[in-house]
Structures are given as structure tokens and as C-alpha cells.
């Protein structure tokens, strides 16, 4: 069986699950010192993840195997879904208000500015988040970790930037949740990001950590950045100026969509 072929059988494979941390570590530990070997020997810097990184199990799955092919966008627009600035509600970007009670945790406000290649601001982009509660659980029928659900928090929101290409969400500050890559496997606490461009077909999606997680070395998703830069870029930092007196601890976070300093962006199927 090829190596290809083996990774693919264990994306499938439920036992796949019995690889222990110290395997999947090894793992990441020479693919990273493969490709910083490349880089010293003249390669380019990898500002975006590998679509294929056997730590990560089924990301062979995870991704195109046959060629893209163009489509006609305006063909595409006459049956997508539309959106204009007064669909979004200011409230919507306030995670904490959609329900009758307030919700459990540690509330937060994630803050920061859209940009593109060259620093400019990005106005008028939509945004959309989603994220576990507290205890690390989604409102979503697949997602059964024993961890409990809070009726005050569904987890999800949105925002337009304004014309300094700014955004603001307050927030549950989300805790790690297992994922069955592996034997152990955990996921660092995370809030996704989708964002939008002019039109449904320019969708972009990310995520955002929170600094000091002691997963980030043993998270194969995260580690399929092979660059560390370009993984730190995907890291938040605290903010005191936006934090609230008695009320939220503050994080700010830059969006930068193009570029050498580009924030890592997802493949759409990848839902962890």
C-alpha cells in the first residue's frame, strides 16, 4: 500500500484514532524540519497550510482532487444569496444578548481592522463567527463531547467592517474540545472566522487562537502552517485598552487578506 494510500485508509479507519500524541508529534517534528531545510535551501516561504499534512488525518479528504475549473461569476450571482449592510443588525455582533439569559464564561471582546496586502482598510466586509461555549461543545447534532450545552449561548454572529475596516464581536471566550484525529486529541480553544468579498463566491475562512495555549504544539491543524510566522499571524493578543472595567477581557486580532503577511486562510471543508 502506498504511503498515499495508508493515510487515506486511516482518515477512514475509526482505529486510526489509537495513534498516540508521541506519534503524531514525531510526525509534525519532520515535516517541519523538512520544510525549514527547504527554506534554507532557497524555497519559498509556505504562508498558507500544506492542503495535505499527514498529522492531520483526514485532510486528505479534505481538499480538491481534481482541477479547478472557472465559472462564470455573474452567472453564479443570479442565484446566490444577497446581503446588504442593513440585513446585518449592529446587535448581531454581540454574542451575549441573543437569548433570555446571560450566558456561562468568561466574556470577551475580540476587536481588530480588515485589511489588504498593502495595510489598506477593508470597508464594508461582512464577517461571520462561529465557536464552541465554555465547555467546549457547538450547537450542532454531530458534535457529541459530554460537555454541556448552554441555553444562553448558540455561538455564532456577525458584523460589517466600518470604513477603517474595523470590527468588534463580544463573545464567550471558548474552551479546548477533543477531536478524534488521534488517541487524546485535543483542539486549542478557537473562534472561526468567515469573510466575505463583494459577492457569495469570494468567501475566505480562518481561525483565531488566543495566546499562551498549551495545545498549539500537539494541534495537527494548526501545525499544517509549516511556517511559524505565518502561524503566529493567526494568534490574538491581549488588549487592555479593550477590555472593560468589570465587564470583558479584551483581544485584538488583524484580518490581512493578501500578501506576504496574508492570515492563513482554510480550505471550506474543514470544519474543526
Known amino acids: 500500500m502506498s504511503t498515499e494510500n495508508a493515510i487515506q485508509a486511516a482518515a477512514l479507519d475509526p482505529a486510526a484514532t489509537a495513534d498516540s500524541q508521541e506519534t503524531i508529534n ?28 499527514a498529522p492531520y488525518r483526514s485532510s486528505l479528504l479534505r ?33 451575549t444578548i441573543q437569548h433570555n439569559g446571560e450566558p456561562i464564561g468568561e466574556r470577551i471582546v475580540v476587536a481588530g481592522r480588515v485589511l489588504d496586502g498593502d495595510g489598506r482598510p477593508v ?11 465554555a465547555a467546549g461543545r457547538y450547537i450542532h447534532k454531530r458534535d457529541q463531547h459530554p460537555a454541556p450545552i448552554d441555553p444562553n449561548f448558540t455561538g455564532v454572529g456577525r458584523a460589517i467592517t ?10 464567550i471566550k471558548p474552551a479546548p474540545y477533543p477531536w478524534k484525529n488521534h ?68 483581544y485584538n486580532w488583524d484580518i490581512v487578506l493578501t500578501g506576504s503577511n496574508q492570515t492563513w486562510m482554510e480550505d471550506e471543508e474543514g470544519e474543526n
Do not use: C
Open 63 to 95: 481538499h480538491p482532487t481534481k482541477d479547478l475549473h472557472h465559472t462564470d461569476p455573474e452567472t453564479i450571482e443570479l442565484y446566490a444569496p444577497a446581503f446588504g449592510e442593513r440585513d446585518v443588525h449592529a446587535l448581531e455582533s454581540d454574542l
Open 162 to 171: 466600518g470604513p477603517n475596516g474595523e470590527y468588534k464581536f463580544t463573545t
Open 26 to 53: 514525531a510526525e509534525i517534528t519532520d515535516l517541519h524540519a523538512a520544510y525549514r531545510q527547504t527554506v534554507l535551501d532557497g524555497a519559498a516561504v509556505e504562508t498558507q497550510p500544506r492542503i495535505n499534512f
Open 183 to 250: 488517541h487524546n486529541a485535543w483542539r486549542p480553544a478557537h473562534i472561526h472566522f468567515s469573510l466575505f468579498g463583494t459577492d457569495f463566491t469570494q468567501r475566505m475562512i480562518t481561525q483565531m487562537y488566543f495566546p499562551g495555549d498549551p495545545l498549539f504544539s500537539l494541534d495537527p491543524i494548526y501545525q499544517a502552517i509549516t511556517d511559524a510566522d505565518a502561524r503566529d499571524r493567526l494568534v490574538a493578543t491581549y488588549d487592555h485598552s479593550i477590555t472593560s472595567h468589570e465587564w470583558a477581557t479584551g
Open 123 to 133: 470597508a464594508g466586509q461582512l464577517i461571520e463567527v462561529w465557536q464552541a461555549n
